[in-house]
């Protein structure tokens, strides 16, 4: 009896071993790329709030795949860093044309509706 339930469970043993690594060519698991970055960044026009709204990454084993994740974050790192320095530039251009005296356009007296160059009784 002995005998008996030792071949019986090598010969379950066996039959599971086959099963799990794919006994034969039929049973083979095809190897799957894997999950890349489904709604990548525009590389031809900055960004907008729309596409990092819009953002996907893919999941992987531990969470996000790193290198999407540093891809998107030095991409939005690098936009980031190029509006900075034109809100600097216009700001110094903006304080150098101010202290030249330059005449810029006189908000208090324009009401919403009206076009430039028409005084409050719409006269010219």
Not at 74 to 79: G, I, T
Request: proline fraction near 6%; glycine fraction near 10%; hydrophobic fraction near 45%.
């Amino acid at each position: 009896m002995f005998l008996f339930l030792l071949l019986a469970m090598v010969v379950v043993v066996g039959a599971v071993t086959l099963a799990v690594v794919g006994g034969g060519d039929r049973g083979v698991l095809l190897d799957t790329a894997p999950e890349c970055l489904t709604d990548p960044l525009p590389a031809t026009r900055p960004l907008v709030t729309a596409d990092i709204e819009k953002l996907r990454l893919p999941m992987a084993v531990r969470g996000y795949r790193m290198a999407d994740v540093d891809e998107a974050l030095d991409r939005v790192a690098a936009e980031l860093a190029e509006r900075d320095a034109r809100i600097a530039d216009l700001e110094s251009a903006l304080s150098g044309a101010l202290s030249q005296g330059a005449p810029g356009p006189d908000f208090r007296k324009r009401s919403f509706g009206q076009e430039p160059g028409h005084d409050e009784g719409g006269e010219r």
